[in-house]
Every structure is written in C-alpha cells, then in structure tokens.
C-alpha cells in the first residue's frame, strides 16, 4: 500500500473547493456609477408614512370602535414623547350593564348632547382614559391627549387638573364653557383630521 501524503490531499481539496463554490462576480466599471442606482429607487413609488397625529387620532378612532353608546361612539388615547400611556372610549363602569343592552337613559328623558352630563349611565372616552392611567400608576402630566372628540366641561376640568398640556381633536363637541376653560386654562387645543374619512 503505498502512503498518502496529506499536504498533497489538502491541496486536491482546497483546490476541488474553489472551483466548486467560485463564483465570478460581475465587475462593475467605474462608468457604472451611483446614480444608475439611485434612479432606480426614484422610480419606485414614494412611500408615505401617516404623521404623528393622523396616526394617533386614527387610533382613537378605533378605539372609538369598542364604545358601547348608542349616541356617539368617542376614543381617547394619552400620548407622551410619542407613546401611548392609555387608552379609554366612553361605555358604563365594569360590571355594569351596556347602554346597548338595556337602552339610552339620556334618550329616555329627551336631554340634548351637551347638557346634564350626570344623567347618563357611561363614562367619557377622556374620564376612562385618566382612571386607566391612574389604575395603573401612570403620570400623565405634561402629556397630549388625542380625541375623536372635544372634551366637555366635565371632562375639560379633570385633563387640566391631571396636567394635560395639549388637546387634538378629530370633531368638535357643543360645549362652550370647555372651550372657554381650556383656553384660560393655556391648553392647546387643536384638530386633526387623521388620515381616515
């Protein structure tokens, strides 16, 4: 038998495993520059991102989706250095029957949007939204709550007492006496469409 030399079996293998996994690859002249690349990109189609507010009053609105009102279907969100602290949409306390179940009391006694806001078995979007950043220890001080909806009196005195610095709303509200605290009050209060009809 005659003996095998192991520098020669090395170099058969390194050599079989260049020319197996070799592959050439295309040089590309000097002529070929950036900008046949970069056309490239310009042709595809532009993408655009939502801004911030259509973003986060887009989410209110789907939150507005889990109400169980059968007047008007409102969602909030607290937003703070652009995240999400809490989210809240108006409907009875926990472990109270839905209005959708058992009927509109304010419907039942012919009381107009926007007045005797204690007549009525649900919370606001904007209570539920401060009480859930409270259950949870959350500060909301300093942060933007995005609305469907402008907030009411009520609703306008708890966000300024809780440290709320600015308002964006999708649609407006008929309460005045709001309004007019929120702007004593210095708090911005602003619309925003969001991307959705």
């Known amino acids: 038998m005659g003996r095998v030399n192991p520098v020669r079996k090395i170099k058969v293998l390194s050599l079989s495993a260049k020319t197996k996994f070799f592959h050439p690859v295309r040089k590309i002249s000097s002529n070929t520059n950036r900008r046949s690349f970069s056309n490239g990109v310009k042709r595809q189609k532009k993408f655009k991102r939502p801004s911030w507010d259509e973003y986060f009053i887009d989410t209110a609105r789907l939150i507005s989706t889990r109400s169980t009102c059968l007047r008007r279907k409102v969602g909030a969100i607290i937003v703070k250095d652009r995240r999400i602290l809490a989210t809240g949409y108006n409907g009875t306390p926990s472990k ?102």
Not at 99 to 122: N, W
Not at 149 to 173: F, H, R, S
């Open 96 to 197: 109270i029957r839905h209005c959708a179940d058992v009927g509109c009391l304010r419907d039942k006694l012919h009381i107009p949007s926007g007045e005797r806001h204690e007549l009525c078995r649900g919370l606001h979007a904007e209570q539920n939204v401060l009480l859930q950043a409270a259950f949870y220890g959350i500060s909301v001080k300093d942060s933007i709550l995005y609305c469907t909806n402008q907030p009411c009196i009520i609703c306008a005195k708890m966000l300024i007492n809780a440290g709320v610095k600015e308002i964006v709303i999708a649609d407006g509200y008929p309460d005045k006496m709001a309004k007019d605290f929120l702007r004593e009050a210095g708090i911005k209060v602003r619309k925003s469409k969001g991307k959705r009809p």
